[in-house]
């Protein structure tokens, strides 16, 4: 290990963050067919196994007493499926780097998923140029996140607030398509209109196999995500829900390479077919990995607090708010609070009597007594509390958080 910061608390938010950027990096990079940012995810690559090396180093020495490394353990199990996770990116930045190909209506597809990749350049008198990120709360405002910045030839990775925004600046982002025209606005940047499926007709069962790899994406990101809201709440409901969105995974790959074996058999190019069957492979292992983390709930092992405390520091929160009776939240469908444009959360889950909706659609409405959970930045997690008809009250001292009802002063 070298003299940099080896906090175990920060080394493990910032592995979090980085896999889950090389995941966007690297769907990004296949929108839109950059190999420069599929690059980028292969340097991520190298970062990162520094990082899992220095942060299993930590974990051995931390451990002084027999008892205490069965609770480390898990952290060690943590580590090793965000690796994982990373791993998995860098198999889907390979598409565009060793130009397997995918059909074009997989981009067209792509541009309509739940969270998509978008890019802008920062124009001359636009409301973005010259001003700090922090500022412009695009999260919030857009329900877009920036993942990178290209300035130049040079790349910018770890984007933080303070960051000062130029013209001819190209920001890669992620997050909800209806925040895009937004988006475009805030940058000055003409319209844009998405891919679109070429107009001379495609094979049934290739369209049947992009449409499954569409909703394997949405549901490998998803599963990750109730994983991490599994370990910091300690949920054994949504670990099972994990489960259960992986064993819908592999039977969803099943499928797909049914139908791209048999697209192949008729007259068309079949070289776009083996980026379609590399993608599935890495959203299934995705899955796998999110699975691998719920484990420790399932199996009701010690759960080292530094978990808790780490993945809660990540650049994107994951939240419980319950709706409360008479909010705005309540009685409201999920399209009409449109809490991915703003506050900017993307809804994870819904907890009604005891059972879970994963990933719930637009029409879903909310009843008060529903638990949400959800995943966005930190600065909206007031915003979030608000529409669910309460109050967020942080105690400096601890550093812990409360929801108040919100008439309470």
């Not at 776009?272 to 292992?285: K, V, Y």
């Not at 939240?329 to 399209?335: Q, S």
Request: include cysteine.
């Amino acid at each position: 290990m070298d003299d940099r910061n080896r906090n175990l608390r920060t080394m493990l938010s910032e592995a979090k963050d980085t896999s889950e950027l090389m995941v966007d990096l690297a769907y990004a990079a296949l929108y839109f067919g950059d190999p420069d940012m599929a690059d980028e995810v292969a340097e991520l690559e190298e970062q990162m196994s520094d990082l899992v090396h220095d942060m299993r180093a930590v974990c051995i020495l931390a451990v002084r007493a027999p008892r205490e490394a069965e609770s480390m353990s898990s952290v060690l199990q943590v580590i090793s499926a965000i690796e994982g996770i990373a791993n998995g990116a860098v198999d889907i930045a390979r598409i565009v780097t060793h130009n397997l190909g995918i059909p074009r209506e997989l981009v067209a597809d792509l541009s309509v998923a739940e969270e998509v990749s978008h890019r802008v350049m920062v124009r001359d008198g636009s409301h973005m140029a010259h001003r700090p990120l922090a500022a412009l709360e695009l999260p919030v405002a857009t329900g877009m996140r920036v993942m990178a910045i290209r300035r130049d030839r040079e790349w910018n990775i770890d984007v933080d607030g303070d960051c000062v925004l130029v013209p001819g600046d190209v920001l890669f982002l992620e997050g909800s398509p209806a925040g895009i025209p937004r988006l475009r606005e805030l940058a000055n940047a003409p319209l844009w209109e998405p891919a679109s499926p070429p107009e001379d007709g495609t094979v049934d069962d290739l369209d049947r196999a992009v449409d499954v790899l569409v909703e394997m994406k949405n549901i490998s990101e998803v599963a990750v995500g109730l994983a991490y809201s599994a370990l910091v709440f300690r949920d054994a409901g949504l670990a099972a829900e994990v489960r259960h969105l992986e064993d819908r995974l592999d039977e969803m790959k099943d499928r797909l390479e049914l139908w791209v074996l048999r697209a192949a058999a008729d007259d068309i190019d079949p070289s776009p077919l083996r980026g379609l069957l590399h993608l599935s492979q890495a959203a299934e292992f995705i899955g796998d990995q999110a699975q691998s983390m719920v484990w420790i709930v399932e199996q009701e092992e010690d759960i080292h607090p530094i978990l808790n405390i780490a993945l809660g520091d990540s650049d994107e929160v994951v939240v419980k708010v319950p709706v409360a009776q008479g909010s705005m939240a309540d009685g409201a469908a999920l399209a009409e609070l449109r809490l991915d444009m703003e506050p900017g959360y993307h809804v994870l889950a819904v907890r009604r009597d005891q059972r879970y909706l994963y990933r719930p659609r637009g029409h879903v409405r909310l009843e008060a007594g529903d638990e949400i959970i959800a995943a966005g930045p930190d600065e909206g997690r007031q915003h979030l509390a608000e529409r669910c008809g309460w109050r967020l009250r942080h105690d400096e001292e601890t550093g812990e958080s409360e929801l108040l009802p919100a008439e309470r002063v």
